[in-house]
């Protein structure tokens, strides 16, 4: 039997569904097309953002499945970067660095690069756990 990881949480997703309507929540379970949909819509008007409520559980399990647990929490990564991504906090938790200062030092690339980390951290943290876990 087969167990599953827990790599994100359920209480974390509740936490970014208040600011759901921004899509904060979708970016968290690795739905970046639908997070940046609710970015422009508001949550489809605040409808899709209330049905999202009941949905936060099934997103957390094929989040669970899908990305590769390990040392970089998840959790606290998408903390850093929903909460102080201008400032780089998110790369530097994840051992970049070099990444990490030069967002400190121009705003998170102008904020492109906090964009660009929405989109894409999940398969960053799930990369760096197994270049941890296998060398």
Request: hydrophobic share 50%.
């Amino acid at each position: 039997m087969a167990t599953t990881q827990d790599t994100h949480s359920k209480f974390i997703g509740y936490l970014l569904w208040i600011f759901g309507f921004l899509g904060s929540h979708r970016f968290y379970y690795g739905k970046p097309i639908t997070g940046t949909i609710w970015f422009f819509t508001l949550g489809l008007l605040f409808i899709g953002w209330i049905i999202d409520l009941f949905l936060i559980p099934a997103m957390d399990r094929e989040a669970d499945i899908r990305f590769e647990a390990g040392e970089v929490s998840y959790n606290i990564s998408w903390i850093l970067l929903t909460f102080l991504g201008v400032f780089g906090l998110h790369r530097m938790y994840m051992g970049k660095w070099v990444t990490g200062i030069i967002y400190l030092l121009t705003g998170g690339l102008f904020l492109v690069g906090v964009l660009y980390d929405f989109w894409t951290l999940n398969s960053q943290i799930s990369e760096r756990n197994r270049e941890m876990r296998f060398g």
